[in-house]
């Protein structure tokens, strides 16, 4: 799932949504896995701010922006996919492109750690409201080495996010066609075109367009499901010199040409391709192979084709050749055609009863005694009751058994290698399984000898296997969902042992809580009540409040054998209740004091001001001066005019 920010409100809905998912898979089928992991984009500008407060929180209230994370790797417990999506956060990032393909290679190509079964159908369902980042986009971040299509996650982060280009379109088809591998795309309607001209490149791939808050998205997985498990497509690697011609008998058993897709089909129903080969060239005269499979099952079927350029042969026969076992048959273009009772691939078999004798020589060569079963297992051929296997063309390789079964190629392989090469194990043929297995060394075992017997890396610190959460598998720990590190140490989904062990302690030292006596009985430890509680040494305190609003104190620590010790102090902590008189007493006096002190700040203030203002008056009168014998604000009755003309 994409969880940059403009995918919040879909993170929301998919939180409610997880048990509804669950439950509509278990109405489609009984066996079924899921798993859940998220993406933004590479921690790099112009993909994501580097500024170190953007790094830490590129949001408010969103997580610090990463590559792609497996969040859950595939588990059948529906309740821990839904609490784990429930944890998730958005993040962010500054361009619209985001980082999906890298995502999606890494879920293709790390079957370990995702947790892909072998024969199971595999699909991912891929949910975005943005298009994506595809090979050569990389260099906008000074990211210049192409992805190399491996795995590289590391306690469920990929690691090369910032080191390594995105896949391009061709190499994840090509990863996904190899590992079984079928996406859906869930988009919102802005991206569909984008993603449908996506899918006619990726092979299996379906589309479905996602509501703006993601609230289909159940309805959208059981629809695409639906469309991917009811039909039947096949796909080849013919070369180019060679033409595949499809004809499929669907269910109406009519023959429907250059047809390799059946559709409406349900579990049980039968359908048939019928296919047709044809070499347009000679081109070096090497031989052709072509595998057929259908898209997302692991089975194949590989068709050799031996181009033979001239047939002028024809024309010469060497009857009684001395080839065909002394005069018993015709040589015709280096093979045998055996005169009437005579039979084998040099004539070498005789009988009086030719047609009798021939299937009796069948039936002995056929693994179930059948003329009808393959002769010979397909690989070598009856001569007179006895399977002669065909050599191979490759040096070191041989076909072997009684009806030519086995072989010391086909053993699972290890390191590319049957058995893991000889000082592992060796590829033998196993008379009553009827095929080829894998004899293992001393210190080694599993199908291709690709385990060491040894646990001593499966050791914990606390000296459990895994640390109880996990099993020792080739001497590595594959832990139980949730938990993570070499030897399943770290489990960060996982409630404290302060949470695990409340309830028990809270009924087995004060006949109190949610369980009932009979649960309380089923409780793995003991609970020791002391009158003084004192932490110890590496134990950690834990602190509760009870249905009564009073505290409980204990402590845990966890012992060598992983079993808890716990100790509960014997008193509980409560506080007094407070007379609700009192307390309105006390808000009303507070009310009182507080006016009253306002008040008096105002009385305060207004004698400052006034004292400050009857200063300056005093002093203005002081700076005033005068003559004794003058009024001034005095003003005569009379006024005097001269005249400027007078005596002139």
Not at 490 to 495: E, F, G, K
Not at 549 to 572: I, M, P, R, W
Not at 618 to 647: D, F, H, L, V
Request: glycine share 8%; net charge negative.
């Amino acid at each position: 799932m994409d969880l940059s920010n403009s995918m919040k409100d879909d993170l929301d809905n998919l939180k409610t949504l997880g048990s509804q998912l669950a439950e509509a898979l278990q109405t489609i089928t009984s066996s079924y896995q899921l798993g859940f992991g998220s993406f933004v984009d590479k921690t790099v500008m112009p993909f994501v701010s580097t500024v170190p407060s953007k790094l830490a929180a590129p949001c408010i209230g969103c997580d610090a922006p990463y590559g792609f994370k497996n969040v859950l790797r595939l588990t059948n417990d529906s309740h821990l996919f839904t609490s784990s999506v429930k944890m998730q956060n958005s993040s962010g990032n500054l361009d619209a492109p985001e980082g999906g393909m890298d995502a999606l290679m890494q879920v293709t190509v790390c079957k370990e750690e995702i947790g892909w079964r072998e024969d199971a159908r595999r699909i991912v369902i891929y949910t975005s409201d943005d298009s994506f980042h595809y090979a050569g986009d990389g260099k906008l971040g000074g990211i210049v080495i192409p992805n190399d299509g491996h795995c590289h996650m590391i306690n469920g982060n990929y690691e090369m996010s910032t080191v390594q280009d995105y896949p391009s379109i061709s190499q994840l088809n090509y990863k996904m066609r190899e590992n079984n591998v079928i996406p859906i795309f869930a988009v919102t309607s802005t991206q569909q075109d984008v993603y449908n001209e996506l899918k006619q490149h990726i092979q299996g791939a379906t589309t479905g367009q996602l509501l703006g808050d993601s609230s289909n998205i159940v309805e959208l997985v059981k629809e695409n499901y639906a469309k991917i498990t009811s039909k039947v497509e096949l796909s080849d690697n013919a070369p180019k010199n060679v033409d595949v011609d499809y004809e499929a008998y669907c269910l109406d058993g009519q023959p429907q040409a250059n047809t390799k897709t059946c559709h409406g089909l349900n579990l049980g129903q039968t359908v048939t391709f019928r296919l047709g080969f044809t070499l347009r060239n000679c081109d070096d005269g090497s031989e052709k192979r072509v595998v057929i499979k259908p898209v997302g099952f692991s089975e194949e079927l590989t068709v050799r084709i031996q181009p033979v350029c001239n047939c002028d042969c024809e024309a010469s026969q060497e009857h009684y050749s001395e080839v065909c076992s002394h005069g018993n048959g015709t040589l015709v273009c280096g093979g045998c055609q055996c005169n009437i009772g005579r039979y084998g691939r040099l004539c070498e078999c005789s009988s009086n009863d030719a047609t009798s004798r021939l299937e009796d020589n069948d039936r002995a060569c056929s693994v179930d005694n059948s003329t009808t079963a393959t002769i010979c297992s397909g690989r070598g051929s009856c001569v007179c009751g006895e399977c002669s296997c065909f050599p191979r063309a490759k040096s070191g390789e041989v076909v072997s058994g009684k009806y030519c079964e086995c072989d010391n190629f086909s053993c699972d392989r290890f390191n590319n290698l049957p058995c893991g090469g000889p000082e592992r194990g060796e590829c033998i043929c196993d008379e009553q399984l009827k095929r080829s297995r894998c004899k293992c060394m001393p210190g080694y075992e599993g199908d291709a000898c690709n385990c060491v017997s040894s646990t001593t890396g499966c050791i914990s610190a606390n000296g459990l296997i895994c640390n109880g959460a996990g099993t020792c598998d080739c001497g590595v720990c594959k832990c139980n969902a949730s938990y993570t590190g070499n030897t399943c140490e770290n489990c960060p989904t996982c409630p404290g042992p302060c949470i695990t062990n409340k309830d028990c302690v809270q009924c087995k030292a004060f006949n109190e809580g949610t369980k009932s006596p009979k649960e309380c009985e089923l409780c793995p430890y003991e609970v020791e009540i002391l009158s003084n509680l004192t932490i110890e040494n590496k134990a950690e305190r834990c602190v509760f409040k009870d249905q009564s609003d009073c505290s409980f104190v204990f402590t845990y620590q966890k012992n060598a054998d992983g079993n808890y010790k716990l100790k509960v102090k014997e008193d509980k902590i409560c506080s007094e209740p407070v007379d609700p008189l009192f307390i309105i007493l006390g808000i009303v006096i507070g009310i009182i004091i507080v006016g009253l002190i306002l008040l008096l700040i105002w009385r305060l203030l207004t004698y400052l001001h006034d004292k400050r203002e009857f200063a300056r008056h005093e002093q203005e009168r002081k700076n005033a001066k005068w003559g004794a014998s003058q009024n001034p604000i005095y003003k005569p009755s009379t006024s005097t005019y001269k005249n400027p003309m007078y005596r002139k």
